[in-house]
């Protein structure tokens, strides 16, 4: 295919592979304006971009790799449904998120992103789980929307650059660099989980908002300093060898330092 951009504007199955659809450097664009199958193929740039009507973009059982960028957006609300199906999708670049997208993660299997994240529009998580795995320094702009479950393991730095929610599970398996921005808060309610240690984060003027969950944040192997560590009125939280420049706990939440248990 080249670098040529195809533009596929009918409902239903509009992209049917008999061959081999060889996708080199092109980008696909499905803008159909009612329930549209996407074709499970391997794509470079895909994008969704409806220009009428009410589309749904219908991702397949079957697993699509993204090798460079997934886009969502359009003229008109577009929906984007990784949740009916539930396949696995693995994004080599970066996935975007314009005003009139929405795309829908799945509940069960998690989305793949080996790049950044830049959402402007909508991400609706479904209790699901979004896992960056980039190799190469990426950013996490969340926009609006709250993720559920948050894994970082790549060995890239990652910059979350805006204010950030994770209603479910916020890990930081193994990064180079882990950077919260200035000025911005992360919030995470269900359990915060920092295997990165000190030295390989960057926590200086932010926020990092603990408001829910029973549990130790990280090993007694591992150590961290924070800006402002806010501990909601519904956390109690443990900490190993852990310190923060402002540290605020809202009635009913516990900090414990497991330091002099």
Do not use: K, M
Request: hydrophobic letters at 35%; glycine letters at 14%.
């Amino acid at each position: 295919a080249g670098s040529s951009y195809w533009d596929l504007n009918g409902n239903g199955n509009v992209f049917v592979e008999t061959g081999v659809f060889a996708e080199d450097t092109s980008r696909v664009t499905y803008s159909g304006g009612g329930t549209v199958n996407v074709l499970a193929t391997p794509y470079y740039d895909v994008a969704f971009a409806g220009t009428g009507g009410t589309p749904t973009y219908l991702f397949p059982s079957l697993g699509i790799l993204v090798q460079n960028d997934l886009i969502v957006a359009g003229a008109v609300t577009s929906d984007v449904d990784l949740t009916s199906n539930d396949p696995v999708v693995q994004v080599d670049g970066d996935v975007i998120i314009g005003s009139n997208g929405n795309l829908i993660g799945s509940d069960v299997t998690p989305l793949t992103v080996a790049g950044s994240w830049n959402n402007n529009g909508t991400f609706t998580a479904s209790g699901g789980e979004v896992a960056f795995t980039s190799a190469d320094a990426f950013s996490i702009a969340a926009g609006p929307s709250a993720f559920a479950d948050v894994t970082i393991s790549g060995a890239g730095a990652a910059t979350v650059t805006e204010a950030a929610t994770s209603t479910g599970t916020f890990t930081l398996a193994s990064t180079s660099d882990f950077t919260l921005a200035p000025g911005t808060t992360l919030a995470v309610g269900t359990e915060f989980s920092n295997e990165a240690g000190g030295v390989a984060t960057d926590w200086t003027d932010s926020t990092l908002f603990l408001y829910g969950g029973t549990y130790t944040a990280n090993a007694s192997t591992t150590n961290d300093t924070y800006g402002t560590l806010l501990v909601g009125s519904g956390a109690q939280i443990r900490t190993w060898n852990s310190a923060a420049a402002t540290t605020t706990t809202q009635s009913g939440g516990g900090l414990y330092s497991q330091d002099h248990a």
